[in-house]
Structure formats: C-alpha cells, structure tokens
C-alpha cells in the first residue's frame, strides 16, 4: 500500500494523464469557503450549488464508504492554436479552448475507469466510483491536497509545470491509501493580479473570489434566460466560456503540455465566423457538437450568445442581415437578444441605412 500512490500515479501517466495524486484530508477549509460564497448569492442562479453542501466537501457523504480520493489531471491545451488571435478578430466566434474536442466528461471518466481497472489488477477487487464534473465534489481543493497543484487567484488549480490548462477527475476508493508525504504545492501567485485585471467582466471580484453573476462562462453556459444588458458588451465574441483568465496567467507561458488528440478542434470551430455559426440550423448544430461539451448549452442559448456576440463585432451588412434573419425568432430570448443586437449596431455604427 505505501508504494501505490507512486504507481497510480506512474499507470495515470500512460494513460494520457500528467500526473495523478492522493488526498485523505477533511477539507474544513473549503467548507466554509463555499458557504461564505453561497451566502454572497455568488453562484447567481446555480441553485445546485447550494444543494448537498456536506455531499460536496464530505467524500464520505458522496460515496459511503470511501476512504481516499484519487484526483488527476489530463491537459487539453491544443499546441499551436492562437486564442488571443480570434478574441481580437470580432468576426470570430470564440468559443473556450476546453470545449473544442471531444467531450471532456467521456474522456475523462472513461481514462479514470481504466485507471480503476489497473489498480483492482495490482490489489483486488475493492469499492469505487469515478467521478469527473459529474457529481457535487469539490475538485479543485481535492487536486490541491492530491497536490496537483495550488490554487491561484482566479479560483482554477494550477502548477508551475502544468499550467492550468487541464481537467480533473477523481476515483472515490474504499482503498487506506497513505497521506501524500511532501508538503502542498506552493502558491507562486505572489503580487501577480493579472487575471483579475483581465476579466473582462470584472468577476474575480478580490483574490480567490468569482462571482458568477459577472462570469462570461457562467452567462454563456449556465445561465438560462436573458443576460443582464450591462454585461453584454464586455463579454465580446466570447460565444461559450471565457479564457482570459488563463490566456494572460503567467504560469501558462512555461507550461509543458503534451495533449492527446482527443481534444482537438473539431469543425473548425477555434475560429469559426459568427455569421456562418448563427446560420445554423438546430439539425446541423446537432450534428457538428455531436460528441462535445458545447451540446451542454442548448441551441438555444447557442443563438443567443451569438446575437450578443454579433451585436459587438464591427458592423458589415452581413452581420445585419444575420441578425434580422433571426428577428422574428420564435423564442422570446432569441429575438431579446437580436432585437439587443441590432440597437447595438445601429448605435455604435450609424444608422442602419448608412450601409443600405
Ligand atoms: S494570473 Fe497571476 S494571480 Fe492569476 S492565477 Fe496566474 S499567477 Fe496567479
């Protein structure tokens, strides 16, 4: 048992993971943390959040009987891709580097079965459950105690070689692993604030602290219903998440990442036009997200993020022409948002006329 971590940790790297670690600690502090949270209405509409608390920070609550928790990191960073490219192009739809691929949810949970499977092999059969953004677990401060990392200032785990570009799962066992014997990983944040004067919405409202009523990811994928008007002209082209956070993160630039194909852009959608996504009808979106985390928006919201992203852009008659094809959209959100659209143009950019 004393030399299993050190092999979990060995059979997760040649499954595609960069590293995998132990956590057996309580995690109190968190607890409170979430509560606090809570308690500021900073989970804005998440009402899931608030519900099963202790299922959240208590693995043992989640699955009785567990003991350890197995946390791991697989990156999903494609090499080559230039997001700051597209964020600066209005007419691009940016959609976060995290949902360009396969779905991260099949692909996690389908390594961290294997993972499992590996392990019965070396001890036996024993209870398990893997889990990855699938179930009310605190991921990040069990990465943290795993120690996968810190956690920096924008709320994501981080690691000086790591970066913060990948995702977490974890394996809840019945299995006595030992503690971690090295110490937590050092938060090298120091005076750095880049990412929270990069938001663009403002939503790391102090250090260790987002508020998602500000967050673009929480607006563009969680939110149902209309986005507050203020928020709508920061958010720019930035159609499903957010990456400013971890685009400017220094820790990003020294990042050694090797990241498997899985995650690769598909369809051409790390720079895809707004005119041409919104062109879409609800059969073709069906078909191009097929397999991918972006099928969690709805295409619903899909179209209306990208109105609010088509009412930012610099005006050409085709995004108006976009835009009106979709005035009469039957869903009241949908036509909302373009309605907002087109007010936008007109105002920023002259009269519709002007061009007509
Ligand atoms: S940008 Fe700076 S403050 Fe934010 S997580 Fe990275 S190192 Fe920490």
Request: aromatic share 8%.
């Given at each position: 048992?004393?030399?299993?971590?050190?092999?979990?940790?060995?059979?997760?790297?040649?499954?595609?993971?960069?590293?995998?670690?132990?956590s057996?600690q309580a995690i109190d502090q968190d607890h409170a943390h979430l509560r606090e949270w809570?308690?500021?209405?900073?989970?804005?509409?998440?009402?899931?959040?608030?519900?099963?608390v202790?299922?959240r920070t208590t693995?043992?609550?989640?699955?009785?009987?567990?003991?350890?928790?197995?946390?791991?990191?697989?990156?999903?960073?494609?090499?080559?891709?230039?997001?700051?490219?597209?964020?600066?192009?209005?007419?691009?739809?940016?959609?976060?580097?995290?949902?360009?691929?396969?779905?991260?949810?099949?692909?996690?949970?389908?390594?961290?079965?294997?993972?499992?499977?590996?392990?019965?092999?070396?001890?036996?059969?024993?209870?398990?459950?893997?889990?990855?953004?699938?179930?009310?677990?605190m991921?990040k401060p069990l990465?943290r105690e795993?120690?996968?990392?810190w956690i920096?200032?924008?709320?994501?785990?981080?690691?000086?070689?790591?970066?913060?570009?990948?995702?977490?799962?974890?394996?809840?066992?019945?299995?006595?692993?030992?503690?971690?014997?090295?110490?937590p990983?050092?938060n090298?944040?120091?005076?750095?604030?880049?990412?929270?004067?990069?938001?663009?919405?403002?939503?790391?409202?102090?250090?260790y602290?987002?508020?998602?009523?500000?967050?673009?990811?929480?607006?563009?994928?969680?939110?149902?219903?209309?986005?507050?008007?203020?928020?709508?002209?920061?958010?720019?082209?930035?159609?499903?998440?957010?990456?400013?956070?971890?685009?400017?993160?220094?820790?990003?630039?020294?990042?050694?990442?090797?990241?498997?194909?899985?995650?690769?852009?598909?369809?051409?959608?790390?720079?895809?036009?707004?005119?041409?996504?919104?062109?879409?009808?609800?059969?073709?979106?069906?078909?191009?997200?097929?397999?991918?985390?972006?099928?969690?928006?709805?295409?619903?919201?899909?179209?209306?993020?990208?109105?609010?992203?088509?009412?930012?852009?610099?005006?050409?008659?085709?995004?108006?022409?976009?835009?009106?094809?979709?005035?009469?959209?039957?869903?009241?959100?949908?036509?909302?948002?373009?309605?907002?659209?087109?007010?936008?143009?007109?105002?920023?950019?002259?009269?519709?006329?002007?061009?007509?």
């Amino acid at each position: 048992m004393a030399t299993l971590p050190a092999r979990i940790d060995q059979w997760a790297r040649e499954l595609g993971f960069s590293a995998a670690g132990v956590s057996t600690q309580a995690i109190d502090q968190d607890h409170a943390h979430l509560r606090e949270w809570l308690a500021q209405g900073r989970h804005a509409n998440m009402a899931f959040m608030a519900r099963d608390v202790d299922m959240r920070t208590t693995p043992q609550v989640l699955r009785p009987g567990t003991i350890s928790v197995i946390s791991a990191r697989l990156p999903y960073h494609p090499q080559g891709m230039n997001a700051f490219e597209v964020l600066d192009d209005g007419h691009r739809a940016y959609i976060s580097r995290y949902a360009l691929g396969r779905d991260y949810h099949r692909v996690v949970r389908a390594r961290l079965l294997k993972l499992g499977k590996r392990i019965e092999q070396a001890v036996g059969t024993h209870g398990y459950r893997v889990l990855c953004d699938s179930a009310p677990a605190m991921e990040k401060p069990l990465a943290r105690e795993a120690r996968l990392g810190w956690i920096g200032k924008h709320t994501l785990v981080l690691h000086r070689d790591a970066g913060s570009w990948f995702f977490l799962g974890e394996i809840y066992t019945d299995l006595p692993l030992p503690k971690p014997t090295e110490p937590p990983v050092k938060n090298l944040c120091g005076s750095c604030i880049k990412c929270i004067t990069a938001c663009p919405t403002g939503a790391i409202v102090a250090p260790y602290q987002v508020d998602a009523r500000r967050c673009i990811s929480y607006l563009t994928i969680e939110h149902h219903g209309s986005i507050p008007t203020e928020l709508r002209p920061l958010m720019g082209n930035r159609i499903f998440g957010c990456d400013d956070c971890q685009l400017v993160c220094p820790w990003n630039r020294y990042a050694q990442i090797d990241v498997d194909a899985d995650f690769a852009p598909r369809n051409g959608l790390d720079a895809a036009k707004l005119v041409d996504l919104f062109a879409w009808t609800e059969d073709h979106w069906l078909r191009k997200t097929e397999g991918m985390a972006l099928r969690r928006v709805g295409y619903l919201r899909w179209l209306r993020n990208i109105a609010v992203a088509l009412g930012n852009a610099p005006r050409t008659e085709a995004i108006i022409a976009a835009l009106e094809s979709r005035a009469d959209h039957p869903d009241e959100h949908v036509r909302e948002h373009v309605a907002w659209a087109l007010e936008r143009q007109r105002r920023t950019n002259g009269r519709l006329n002007d061009l007509d």
